[in-house]
């Protein structure tokens, strides 16, 4: 295989706000591979509290190029093993090139990941669109320049409930309450409660990602299911979320590809856990690749392409929540230029 890569920076239409902080651009590794011809994309976003700049993917990349375009290629899941032992600590470059591997399979099967894994897409959810934390007359204006089916509210300030409430009063539409690991457990009580007969469908992430002593006390007494986001990077993590979290939300870059993200799938099913797939403001290459696993989940959240003002490929359209396939195989990207 030959190896290409490259950074961008996307900008957000708007600044994109959580409990966390404040970005205008989302800087992301773009990932080529050529298998005799056969071109695959991936894509990894970086994310500030996890460590791993865009310059520490380039950095191990050029490290170990050799050895990664050497792998005598036969299935995406030998090639992650492979990366896996090969970049242990770098979860975010190894899900760009699970990606990529993932999308010449299908290419070489002429298939997208979806058809070739025998889901079924008429039962695909919809997906939310995220109305990042602003000043409440801006996140209504925000609601209203896009009208959509489900939202995902990010919170995390002192005035949650007055947010919601308000925003409330604008649309009948469903809400998704992300509270970014911002809550203390009687804060989070305090608020579900307030927010249980607001047509909020769950909440996610309301507890620092370590505290499972509070998380079990809220899995207990929330009116509201709970959703894992930062409590659950890893495969590992889903066993812990179990009885702590009704759901847990897989996220391809941490867990470090399409590869596990399947495996985390499989098994939340037998611990009757609800999945969801969640964005990390990828372009439509990254988003694409989440798009071939709603057949087999409960919930996604793959707005990324509708929150940027520029992309760098061709993916999924939206309509009004409903993910539209095009006719590409792989994940389904047409890249135009690299």
């Known amino acids: ?96 090139l699970d990606m990529a591997a993932w999308d010449i399979y299908g290419k070489m099967n002429k298939k997208q990941l979806h058809n070739l894994w025998n889901g079924d897409v008429t039962k695909n959810p919809l997906t939310d669109y995220t109305i990042g934390i602003d000043s409440i007359k801006n996140m209504v204006a925000k609601m209203e320049e896009k009208p959509w089916p489900i939202y995902k509210i990010k919170l995390g300030t002192d005035n949650d409930v007055e947010i919601i409430t308000e925003l409330r009063n604008h649309t009948s539409s469903v809400f998704r309450i992300d509270a970014n690991a911002a809550w203390k457990p009687d804060e989070a009580i305090q608020k579900i409660n307030a927010f249980k007969d607001m047509n909020v469908e769950f909440i996610e992430q309301p507890l620092a990602k370590d505290d499972w002593d509070g998380m079990k006390f809220l899995y207990k007494n929330s009116p509201l299911p709970l959703i894992a986001d930062e409590s659950c990077v890893a495969e590992s993590d889903v066993d812990k979320c179990y009885d702590h979290f009704h759901g847990i939300n897989i996220k391809l870059t941490k867990c470090s590809g399409i590869t596990p993200a399947l495996r985390m ?49 061709k993916g999924v359209t939206f309509d009004y929540g409903k993910i539209i396939y095009n006719n590409f195989n792989g994940i389904g990207v047409d890249v135009e230029s690299f």
Not at 54 to 75: G, Q, R, W
Not at 280 to 306: C, H, K, R
């Open 265 to 313: 799938i499989s098994r939340s099913r037998i611990l009757e856990m609800k999945v969801m797939v969640g964005s990390m403001n990828e372009s439509s290459i990254g988003t694409a690749a989440i798009a071939q696993l709603l057949p087999f989940i409960d919930y996604v959240d793959m707005d990324g392409p509708l929150l940027l003002s520029e992309d760098v490929a």
């Open 1 to 96: 295989m030959n190896l290409r890569y490259k950074k961008i920076d996307l900008k957000f239409s708007y600044p994109f706000t959580i409990s966390k902080g404040t970005k205008t651009h989302q800087p992301s590794l773009l990932i080529e591979l050529d298998y005799f011809g056969i071109k695959g994309y991936g894509e990894a976003p970086a994310i500030n509290y996890y460590n791993i700049p865009v310059e520490k993917m380039i950095e191990d990349i050029e490290a170990k190029k050799n050895l990664i375009e050497k792998f005598a290629f036969t299935h995406p899941e030998r090639y992650w093993h492979y990366l896996h032992h090969l970049f242990p600590q770098n979860s975010f470059l190894v899900c760009a």
